[in-house]
């Protein structure tokens, strides 16, 4: 998985007035979690627009002025409910031994047919929860819609990959294509039927073999 750099300075105050002094000067009050003791530390807002807003998933490295890199995950933010500035962001550190959970875009490859023929898609599950060692956390999660007819549905079980662990049910639907009122039903090929063989009465065959009243 790619990661961003965050550079940031240690906190030695971290009472609110401090805090407030900190946010009044354009920085973010961060706190790292998971090592031995949590780290507080602060960094300028515009450092987390390549983490924030954006539909990736990436980890970070937190680059202290001392020089210490470490790295991590973003596991909360807080905004202001009026001016959705960034209040305050905690991370969880990494270690290449130990696995962590994350939530992962999904990505649809190719085009389906039953979008073409008036299908409407359904994604329900842009994102899945998935744990793994941070080496193995995958960018996104691809999910082939290739070959996905009207009322064809991908399941978490045909998207499953040994290097992580998906945390949900295996038939949960990730995306799906549901009949639209404008939709023409998906043709399917059929052998013809032994000679002399006949239809409903009063029907004429189609190529597909079956009758429609006239």
């Known amino acids: 998985m790619k990661s961003i750099t965050i550079k940031g300075s240690k906190r030695e105050s971290v009472g609110k007035v401090a805090t407030k002094a900190l946010r009044n000067a354009g920085q973010v009050p961060c706190v790292l979690y998971g090592g031995k003791n949590p780290i507080h530390f ?4 515009i450092a987390f627009k390549s983490l924030v ?40 550190q990494l270690f290449d031994d130990k696995a962590v959970t994350m939530n992962i875009p999904v990505v649809l490859l190719g085009s389906s047919p039953g979008v073409s ?40 079980e045909e998207i499953k990959n040994d290097a992580y662990e998906i945390l949900h049910p295996d038939n949960m639907v990730v995306v799906q294509v549901r009949m639209a009122r404008a939709a ?28 429609t009243k006239e």
């Open 184 to 211: 023409v039903v998906d043709e399917v090929e059929e052998e013809e039927g032994e000679e002399g063989a006949e239809g409903e009465e009063g029907a004429t065959p189609t190529e597909g073999g079956e009758a």
């Open 42 to 45: 602060s960094a300028e807002e």
């Open 117 to 156: 023929n008036g299908g409407t898609m359904r994604f329900p599950n842009r994102r899945l929860r998935v744990r793994a060692l941070p080496a193995n956390l995958p960018d996104f999660i691809n999910a082939d819609i290739s070959k996905l007819k009207i009322g064809d549905k991908v399941f978490v």
């Open 53 to 92: 807003y954006t539909p990736n998933v990436y980890t970070a490295t937190i680059e202290l002025e001392n020089g210490e890199k470490l790295n991590a995950i973003m596991q909360d933010i807080q905004f202001h409910p009026v001016t959705d500035k960034i209040l305050h962001v905690d991370f969880y």
